[in-house]
């Protein structure tokens, strides 16, 4: 029961480079969310899913990008890499919004320098 | 817009003392509330939620919930902590009908020293 699954745990960028964050849920969930972790900041919305073809921006969307061509994955895609990325990234699943609860993902640990 | 709010930054126990941590939010409709719980080095994992009926939510580990719909809270409780429940908590709210994304408080870390 692998719940939901992100690759890679660990990467350390260079400014301007591009990269992808994997992720990937086993519950046929159709909601998708995309999460960035900052000390004392805690969790804010980077972009989430209601279910595939269909994304839209949470609280702090720029530079980022998402797809969701299945139901399963849902990548987060970094075009231009910047140090104000550097951060916790959480995936998370739910069945849907009302009288659920979201899953998680164990994080990527993102350094940008 | 919808937002959360825990008052508790960083929090400092002994073991056995009585734990309350404070989360408000801002939306008079109908709420779903979460508590979710960190530990060192791991992924948010779900305590206890609110959807309906008693307000009064009990968790795992020990933990409950109140929520006060006249106050706009769901404060977090544990009458006696352990060394174990060192990590960091936080409060998330779903605010149906509006937003229907799950907001997340900033987080309060509570260490618990034997």
């Known amino acids: 029961n692998a719940g939901v699954t992100q690759t890679p745990k660990f990467r350390i960028l260079k400014i301007g480079q591009s990269m992808t964050l994997q992720c990937t849920q086993d519950?046929?969930?159709?909601?998708m969310y995309w999460y960035r972790q900052d000390p004392g900041m805690g969790l804010k919305l980077i972009y989430y899913?209601?279910?595939?073809?269909?994304?839209d921006k949470g609280e702090v969307p720029n530079g980022y990008n998402v797809s969701r061509s299945t139901t399963e994955d849902f990548p987060l895609r970094l075009e231009l890499a910047a140090p104000s990325q550097t951060s916790v990234y959480f995936c998370a699943s739910s069945r849907g919004t009302e009288n659920t609860e979201a899953f998680f993902g164990q994080g990527t640990r993102l350094t940008v320098v | 817009a919808q937002s959360v709010s825990q008052h508790n930054h960083h929090v400092i126990l002994s073991e056995a003392a009585s734990l309350e941590l404070g989360c408000n939010y801002s939306?008079?409709?109908?709420?779903?509330l979460f508590w979710y719980v960190q530990y060192p080095g791991q992924h948010l994992q779900l305590l206890l939620k609110?959807?309906?009926?008693?307000?009064l939510v009990k968790g795992i580990k020990g933990f409950e919930a109140e929520f006060i719909k006249s106050k706009f809270s769901f404060n977090l409780r544990k009458p006696s902590v352990q060394w174990s429940d060192t990590a960091e908590y936080f409060c998330a709210v779903n605010a149906l009908g509006n937003t229907d994304k799950l907001i997340f408080g900033t987080g309060t870390r509570l260490q618990v020293f034997p």
């Open positions: 899913s209601v279910g595939a073809g269909i994304t």
């Open positions: 609110y959807f309906s009926g008693d307000p």
């Open positions: 519950m046929n969930h159709n909601y």
């Open positions: 939306y008079g409709g109908t709420v779903n």
